[in-house]
T-cell receptor, first 107, second 112 residues
């Protein structure tokens, strides 16, 4: 099956800093998604990005499908950005999730 | 509805009992998925519905697990003879073509 690897596993940022999270996947895909799981466990879909670049406020994502990776950029981080970021990809019937990047933003 | 609704939000059950978990997807979303997340772990696929059919149920861990969907809408995940290793958060998501998943808030199942 598809393998999804995320890095770094843990990240601590001071409020206002920028960061880049990486997601590598083992097979060509067309449904790469990024999620944020907040400290209360709610999973929020950030981006559906099978290819190209998208931006939403302070967040943006880029997927280079031919090279099998995706990047999530967080700019001017805020404490509310804390939580776990998952990337996931796969077939129409199921997604394989990476193990996540745990982000802590401190004051 | 505006989002994916799951009930109950929490369920504590005794080992050996049966439980039913409910998912109400976003209206009009034909695809529905069940995942589970064990403490501190990633998400594990359980089953996928397209309409009322389940073309992929490869993630169901044993024959104690079953799921159905009726009217192209509500889905129920049933776990029979619960075991302690079934303790997890059970998450439901729905989607439509070329859009990402929308997850519900999950049901936290504790088997004691």
């Amino acid at each position: 099956g598809i393998q999804v690897e995320q890095s770094p596993p843990d990240l601590i940022l001071q409020e206002g800093a920028n960061s880049t999270l990486r997601c590598n996947f083992s097979d060509s895909v067309n449904n790469l998604q990024w999620f944020h799981q907040n400290p209360w466990g709610q999973l929020i879909n950030l981006f559906y990005i099978p290819s190209g670049t998208k931006q939403n406020g302070r967040l943006s994502a880029t997927t280079v499908a031919t090279e099998r990776y995706s990047l999530l950029y967080i700019s001017s981080s805020q404490t509310t950005d804390s939580g776990v970021y998952f990337c996931a990809t796969g077939t129409a019937s199921k997604l394989t999730f990476g193990t996540g990047t745990r982000l802590q933003v401190t004051l | 509805g505006a989002g994916v609704s799951q009930s109950p939000s929490n369920k504590v059950t005794e080992k050996g009992k049966d439980v039913e978990l409910r998912c109400d997807p976003i209206s009009g979303h034909t695809a529905l998925y069940w995942y589970r997340q064990s403490l501190g772990q990633g998400l594990e696929f359980l089953i996928y519905f397209q309409g009322n059919s389940a073309p992929d149920k490869s993630g169901l861990p044993s024959d104690r697990f079953s799921a159905e969907r009726t009217g192209g809408s509500v889905s129920t995940l049933t776990i029979q003879r619960t075991q302690q290793e079934d303790s997890a958060v059970y998450l439901c998501a729905s989607s439509t073509a070329n859009y990402g998943y929308t997850f519900g808030s999950g049901t936290r199942l504790t088997v004691v």
